[in-house]
């Protein structure tokens, strides 16, 4: 998607460690605008999916899954990093390690809010090694719910996540593609 990538070229920031800072824009301060549109495209490919859920993992993908189930008229389901004091006893979970944060978490879904009647959407800003995927298809697989696809704002192509999930035969749509980044040379998109 050019107007993804443009706003990647004239906004993002790369750093040591092989991140893309991004969240001036997409998920620390979110551009309601912007994001709407990446929401538009999401539709584009996925509304014909017969799609009534869209899953993701907290925090960084909530904000993206919120102004994009508007366009499936569907609500949004976010899997939780930690058990609260008010959370169901009866959740499905699997384990899901952060890249940006370096840290595991066994993230959690009410069984109360995710079934086998759903057809599920899976977003997420990210898709390095595709771990945070993993463990919604995981849930998802659990709960018997049916995956429609996977979308990402930003795939790490030269990672293997996406490669990963594609060979699994799970259909990944990504508005960006990074063949390669560094400080030297910035972004380069597929």
């Not at 017969?50 to 949004?76: D, H, M, R, W």
Request: aromatic letters at 8%; hydrophobic letters at 40%.
């Amino acid at each position: 998607m050019q107007l993804l990538e443009e706003r990647i070229r004239k906004d993002g920031k790369v750093y040591d460690g092989d991140i893309l800072k991004v969240d001036g824009f997409l998920n620390h301060r979110i551009d309601v605008g912007f994001v709407c549109e990446l929401g538009k495209e999401f539709h584009r490919l996925f509304g014909g999916c017969g799609v009534n859920k869209i899953l993701t993992v907290e925090a960084s993908g909530i904000g993206i899954a919120c102004l994009t189930a508007q366009y499936f008229g569907c609500p949004v389901v976010f899997a939780k990093k930690s058990r609260t004091s008010n959370q169901d006893a009866e959740v499905w979970s699997a384990a899901a390690h952060s890249y940006t944060h370096g840290t595991d978490h066994t993230v959690i879904v009410s069984k109360e809010y995710l079934g086998k009647d759903d057809k599920v959407l899976i977003l997420d800003d990210f898709l390095a090694n595709g771990c945070a995927a993993q463990a919604l298809l995981d849930i998802c697989g659990q709960a018997g719910a049916e995956v429609a696809g996977i979308g990402i704002v930003i795939e790490k192509a030269y990672q293997n996540g996406g490669k990963a999930l594609r060979a699994k035969g799970i259909r990944v749509e990504s508005l960006a593609r990074v063949a390669s980044m560094n400080l030297r040379d910035g972004i380069t998109f597929c």
